[in-house]
């Protein structure tokens, strides 16, 4: 089994920055593709952004392209998601999520973490 933990979650005014992070357990990270998802209030959980095993390939969501970036240190077992210029649309719960794949695509995904909250004051 994979587990997955996020943190990096909290309160931040828009136009603001914000690190998340996942750890993954086990030695297959460098197996995995991994995928950051949100739900905001009211809303269906979406895709964010995806990385290929190696890390040579990103994919993104339209409405986060050009201020969100993620990237991942296989040494540490880690995924991140920078995000910056903050807007209080970005208000969600953060999801991180794995699958063994070479696609950084939003299907698939097996493993799920619990999730960390991302609240943007407006």
């Known amino acids: 089994q994979v587990q997955l933990v996020e943190s990096g979650g909290g309160l931040v005014q828009a136009g603001g920055s914000l690190r998340l992070s996942c750890a993954a357990s086990?030695?297959?990270?460098?197996?995995?593709?991994m995928g950051w998802f949100r739900q905001g209030p009211g809303k269906e959980r979406e895709f964010v952004a995806g990385i290929t095993p190696s890390g040579g390939t990103t994919r993104y969501a339209d409405s986060v392209k050009g201020r969100f970036t993620i990237s991942r240190d296989n040494a540490k077992n880690t995924v991140y998601l920078q995000m910056a210029s903050l807007k209080a649309d970005d208000t969600a719960v953060y999801f991180c999520?794995?699958?063994?794949?070479?696609?950084?695509?939003?299907?698939?995904?097996?493993?799920w973490g619990r999730g960390t909250q991302v609240t943007v004051s407006s």
């Open positions: 086990g030695r297959t990270f460098s197996s995995l593709a």
């Open positions: 999520a794995a699958k063994f794949s070479l696609r950084a695509d939003a299907n698939g995904y097996s493993f």
